[in-house]
């Protein structure tokens, strides 16, 4: 019989996390996901570059019409019981 590895999968890394990129307080643009990875003990959390940096990738110009880019972000989550 082939043994095979066991693989242990933290139940964070199978949900979306709802994000909301913040300045001084006031939520920019809309709602956006990210999920988490786990790796030596530390978790990662994992979105696209556009939605932290509040910039359009190629243009580099900030995304919200005021011009406002992201100083915080809002996590939404349940901790695994």
Known sequence: MIQRPQIHVDPLSL???FIQPMC???PL???ATAFVVSKDDKHY???NW???AGRHAVTN???HVSGA???ALLVAY???S
């Open 78 to 80: 349940i901790e695994p």
């Open 15 to 17: 949900v979306s996390l």
């Open 61 to 63: 110009q900030p995304l």
């Open 45 to 47: 959390l994992i979105s």
């Open 24 to 26: 001084n307080g006031q």
């Open 50 to 52: 556009h939605v932290l």
């Open 69 to 71: 880019i992201p100083d």
């Open 29 to 31: 643009s809309r709602a």
